[in-house]
């Protein structure tokens, strides 16, 4: 066993190495650096006095947004809900579960006297110089605890195995409980296991070896630094800490992201209609439209050139049109999910067919997108409507029976407290909060990581674009929103047949084109569980037309997958037998991309070849070059 110190980095330090814009209040140089080793800013006065000075004044600027905006100050006076969340209930029950069974407490608390006592054990033994297993390891893939300290110092690797033996402990112990409301416990289990990954130890700075060792390379500059980037979050989210995923400065919307060549022919209220320009002679006969989720900006299928799922559609030979949904103001509060279906994907059919002159086209359905496009099918299909000849759906849901743990997030308080949230943003949801419940889901990765990074490492934000994009929310009409989280997410309606559009009864059943449902295996968003049973819901009367696959990794990775990356896998099976496990025990599994699997499959479908279009040359005019300017309003 190794009894040693976090050791020193080399000699490189996070002034010269953070990628991203140096910040206005970033140390000035003001005297030549030896060429040997830059000189610190606590060896220039006036440097360490220029820098403090502007984090004076930045941090008065903060205090004074705190006190104008806080949404803690807002709780306490009750202009908002002290428990939004519904938190409190949760635990509640637990407690009252805990309370109903005192044999069982009593037993894990000898099993948690257990452990610790088996941890000192083994400690003693590793310290007295054997080598023997330590009592508890992280999880495999739990990138907390990588750097050598953990082990190789005896107090951090005490501290690492006595956090996980009572982490684990304190999560076992809830979920064991029983007699609890099914949705309560879910609940309960949730925010434990929030609590835990808050106070692990990485995330303070005197026990995380990596801020330690950048602490001593860069005599404390990290921390100065990590001070401001926090005093600017802060600042940028008006009095709550909005934490910088990425740099925001770096990307530009139309230069060096969503660079994809194209024209705005169509736009309304709702959406901004894109078309590409052809890189192939000879096109598809048949157009597709592409519906992105009206949460998120379109962009994610068109970050960079070289993970564009756009360009490498456009470079197969497809006549792509893509919705850039709106990034709403409160001057379109009173807009309903049945106007996102009317004003939205049939108005962009319409536009389609002006453009090109075809009555029908092919569509792809994102995620929320996707579950707008299989209500607009079931109601197209009630009346008769042929416009769409197939459809594509990127882990999207129309099933919320096993919707994963965004079913926490909407029993009746937590949806009327995010009703009241709207109401005093004027009938739009903010940007930011949806953005935190998804952060929720991945505290460690989406989180706490970068608490770690930005405050303690003192990192600038790196330039990645999923990152950029992912900061990049957008809000939501008051009206769309809640009904999209009670009617889909809280009562299931669609998938029940209880859903009324329009005055008509939608039954998924009666869809009768082309359905691929694509799913991701790590997917915590959109469970492919969830996704299958929404396959059999299409299929329940027209099964040979509907074919799920499973692709490797989760939401976005899993339909972001270039070819050219030769990354994960994804498993096919043309039969939709009655589960998910019998779907995967006759599935196929393929390496890499299922793009070029999933085109094949659309060829079966879309035939039929006319010369490549160009946007402007239909029956719509040039509006604006893409991305479009609804894209480029921030929230």
């Known amino acids: 066993m190794k009894n040693n110190v976090p050791k020193a980095a080399p000699k490189s330090s996070n002034r010269n190495t953070n990628e991203g814009k140096s910040s206005a209040a970033e140390p000035p140089t003001n005297s030549a650096p030896s060429e040997k080793e830059p000189k610190s800013i606590y060896q220039d006065f006036d440097a360490l006095t220029q820098y403090l000075t502007t984090i004076s004044g930045k941090s008065q600027e ?74 508890i390891n992280p999880d495999q893939g739990d990138k907390r605890f990588t750097h050598p300290a953990w082990e190789e110092n005896p107090m951090l690797d005490y501290d690492k195995q006595s956090y996980l033996v009572f982490s684990r402990w304190l999560e076992t112990t809830v979920s064991q409980l029983e007699g609890m409301d099914e949705h309560e416990k879910a609940k309960a289990e949730f925010y434990t296991k929030q609590f835990t990954d808050a106070f692990a130890p990485p995330n303070f700075a005197m026990l995380n070896p990596e801020v330690i060792e950048a602490t001593i390379e860069s005599k404390g500059e990290n921390l100065l630094k990590g001070l401001e980037n926090l005093l600017e979050d802060i600042d940028r989210g008006h009095g709550e800490l909005s934490i910088r995923q990425a740099d925001l400065e770096f990307f530009k919307l139309g230069e060096n992201i969503a660079t994809t060549p194209g024209k705005v022919i169509f736009q309304n209220d709702v959406f901004q209609l894109i078309q590409y320009s052809p890189t192939t002679e000879k096109v598809a006969k048949t157009p597709m439209v592409i519906i992105p989720p009206w949460i998120n900006k379109f962009y994610i299928l068109d970050l960079q050139p070289k993970n564009s799922f756009i360009k490498w559609l456009i470079d197969q030979g497809r006549t792509v049109f893509i919705i850039s949904w709106v990034n709403p103001s409160s001057d379109v509060k009173h807009k309903t999910f049945e106007d996102y279906i009317h004003e939205g994907i049939f108005e962009a059919l319409d536009a389609v067919k002006r453009a090109t002159g075809e009555n029908k086209a092919d569509t792809i359905g994102y995620c929320i997108g996707g579950t707008t496009l299989a209500t607009a099918l079931s109601l197209m299909a009630k009346k008769g409507d042929k416009r769409v000849n197939s459809a594509t759906f990127f882990t999207a849901q129309a099933d919320f029976s096993e919707a994963g743990d965004l079913l926490l997030f909407v029993d009746d308080e937590q949806l009327d407290a995010i009703e009241k949230q709207m109401d005093a943003a004027g009938g739009v949801l903010e940007g930011r909060a949806m953005a935190n419940t998804f952060n929720m889901l991945r505290s460690n990765d989406l989180i706490w990581s970068f608490v770690i990074d930005n405050y303690m490492k003192g990192k600038n934000p790196a330039k990645f674009d999923l990152l950029f994009w992912n900061s990049d929310a957008t809000r939501m009409p008051k009206n769309v929103h809640l009904f999209y989280l009670r009617e889909f997410y809280q009562k299931n309606s669609l998938a029940k047949g209880n859903m009324i559009i329009d005055g008509e009864k939608l039954d998924l059943g009666k869809v009768d084109i082309p359905i691929f449902m694509q799913a991701g295996e790590t997917d915590h968003i959109a469970p492919p569980n969830s996704i299958y049973k929404t396959a059999r819901l299409f299929a329940s009367k027209h099964n040979d037309k509907v074919q799920y696959m499973l692709a490797g990794s989760g939401h976005i990775a899993g339909v972001v997958n270039h070819p050219d990356k030769h990354k994960y896998h994804h498993s096919v099976n043309t039969v939709l037998p009655e589960t998910v496990d019998e779907w995967k025990a006759g599935a196929e599994r393929h390496p890499g991309s299922w793009w070029p699997y999933w085109i094949k499959w659309l060829n079966n479908f879309s035939t039929g070849e006319v010369d490549a279009r160009i946007p402007g040359e239909g029956d719509l005019d040039i509006i604006e070059d893409a991305p479009g300017s609804y894209v480029k309003v921030k929230s």
């Open 62 to 135: 903060v205090v004074r947004e705190f006190f104008e905006h806080n949404p803690s100050l807002k709780k306490a006076a009750g202009e908002l809900s002290s428990d939004p969340l519904n938190v409190g209930e949760a635990f509640q029950e637990m407690m009252k579960g805990l309370a109903a069974d005192p044999g069982t407490v009593m037993q894990r608390q000898f099993n948690l006297w257990g452990d610790y006592a088996n941890l000192m054990a083994t400690m003693s033994r590793r310290m007295s110089g054997e080598d023997i297993p330590a009592a």
